[in-house]
């Protein structure tokens, strides 16, 4: 496969969060505003590619040669936990008020299962540094279109007045977000 598909591939035909569904609580809890969706979607870009090669490296360099294969989640769980880390020291210095305003749901980055799973992923196909990385950045770009599509879109419900109020904040986010995995199915066939 090349390089460009698994690209697409891993934003459209297997969105991490539309279509294998890791990483729905900072999907649901950011994305109530773009300037905050924008943020963290940035953050697990980040997070996400530099883990996987950060991983991809210990896996293949460390665990396979002593034969210790089967420590890869401990080890990929500590590698992401030191990465957020890094990212959370960063942005509460350079963009404080984007940090304050993601709160609890930047440390949370360390438990999203869409980091951990882009990983074991990777490791799952036997893909290389190369296609890690790409998968990796597809992955998380497609997590940073879901979540930047589905806060614009909150957003214009918020301001609907015509939404039932049995519907109104995290229920009519769930049928959004169900809608929303409808139509990136649509783009299945892209892909053989």
């Known amino acids: 496969m090349s390089l460009l598909m698994?690209?697409?591939?891993?934003?459209?035909?297997?969105?991490?969060?539309l279509s294998r569904f890791l990483g729905c609580c900072p999907f649901l809890g950011v994305s109530t505003k773009t300037d905050t969706a924008k943020g963290m979607g940035v953050a697990v870009i980040f997070v996400i590619v530099l883990?996987?090669?950060?991983?991809?490296?210990?896996?293949?360099?460390?665990?396979v040669p002593l034969r210790l294969e089967f420590l890869y989640t401990l080890s990929f769980i500590l590698i992401i936990a030191a990465?957020?880390?890094f990212v959370e020291l960063a942005l509460k210095k350079i963009n404080p008020v984007l940090y304050k305003s993601l709160g609890i749901f930047l440390p949370l980055i360390t438990t999203n299962c869409a980091v951990l799973g882009v990983a074991v992923i990777n490791m799952n196909e036997n893909y290389g540094l190369i296609e890690s990385i790409v998968n990796a950045f597809g992955s998380a770009t497609g997590f940073l279109l879901a979540i930047i599509l589905m806060a614009g879109i909150r957003e214009r419900i918020d301001?609907?007045?015509n939404v039932p109020k049995c519907l109104q904040g995290l229920p009519i986010a769930?049928?959004?977000a169900g809608?929303?995995?409808?139509?990136?199915?649509?783009?299945?066939?892209i892909i053989k």
């Not at 883990?51 to 665990?63: D, E």
């Open 179 to 189: 809608l929303m995995s409808i139509a990136f199915m649509g783009f299945t066939g």
């Open 6 to 17: 698994l690209f697409i591939g891993s934003i459209f035909v297997n969105n991490i969060l």
């Open 83 to 85: 990465l957020v880390q």
């Open 159 to 161: 301001r609907n007045t």
């Open 51 to 63: 883990a996987s090669i950060m991983t991809w490296l210990a896996y293949n360099m460390v665990l």
């Open 174 to 176: 769930l049928v959004t």
